[in-house]
């Protein structure tokens, strides 16, 4: 079970307190509610768990833990959670 993982945020919504992340080439929308107080900017990397933005980390933090996900053949598990970001059960999911 993946339990965080790395996304380049793209845009922000401030109204809803939600970003648009890239998470390994998939764009979903998360909540960045934990986060307001870190000045959070286009172009920063989260650490997601569940749909919500956790913590602001380096981009060198952020491929280290793509590099493990790699190494312990988790990531096409990291990618099939990050495909269902966002979506009711049974909803299918939208690129």
Not at 4 to 11: D, L, N, S
Not at 26 to 51: A, C, F, P, Q, T
Not at 68 to 85: H, K, T, W
Request: glycine share 8%; aromatic share 4%; net charge negative.
């Amino acid at each position: 079970m993946c339990l965080a993982i790395p996304g380049r945020v793209e845009a922000i919504e401030a109204r809803t307190q939600t970003a648009s992340v890239d998470v390994l080439g998939i764009r979903r929308k998360v909540s960045i509610d934990l986060l307001v107080d870190e000045g959070l900017s286009v172009g920063d990397w989260v650490l997601i768990h569940v749909g919500f933005a956790m913590s602001k980390i380096s981009a060198e933090h952020a491929e280290e833990q793509l590099r493990i996900l790699a190494s312990l053949d988790e990531i096409n598990e990291a990618q099939a959670e990050a495909e269902g970001y966002g979506q009711p059960p049974n909803s299918g999911n939208s690129r």
